[in-house]
């Protein structure tokens, strides 16, 4: 089970951090995934880890956004800067098993005003 959470009102050009915590699955053993639903638009990936830690990241991202792991509290956060409107979304975590994102969380909301 994973639970997102850190989701809320910011102001544009701020900052959030994301935490994905996860009970009964260790990320350290999976890839795991953020991905974002805007209003209206089709989920796309935000960023990734892998099991060595590489990470990677969407172009729209890159350079505002990190993903990362804490092995000990077994959750993986999304540094989120430089927020702009268009990163207004619901944010998911999800852990991939063997090439599918198989296991998703619930969902945070964030929304950037200006």
């Known amino acids: 089970q994973l639970q997102a959470s850190g989701g809320g009102l910011v102001q544009a050009g701020g900052s959030l951090r994301l935490s994905c915590a996860a009970s009964?699955?260790?990320?350290?053993?999976?890839?795991t995934g953020w991905f974002r639903q805007a209003p209206g638009k089709e989920r796309e990936f935000v960023a990734s880890?892998?099991?060595?830690?590489?990470?990677y990241l969407a172009d729209s991202v890159k350079g505002r956004f990190s993903i990362s792991r804490d092995n000990a509290k077994n959750t993986v956060y999304l540094q989120m800067s430089s927020l702009g409107l268009e990163d207004t979304a619901v944010y998911y975590c999800?852990?991939?098993?063997?090439?599918?994102?198989?296991?998703w969380g619930q969902g945070t909301l964030v929304t950037v005003s200006s």
């Open positions: 999800a852990v991939r098993v063997a090439y599918d994102y198989k296991y």
């Open positions: 009964g699955l260790t990320f350290s053993t999976y890839g």
């Open positions: 880890i892998t099991r060595s830690s590489s990470t």
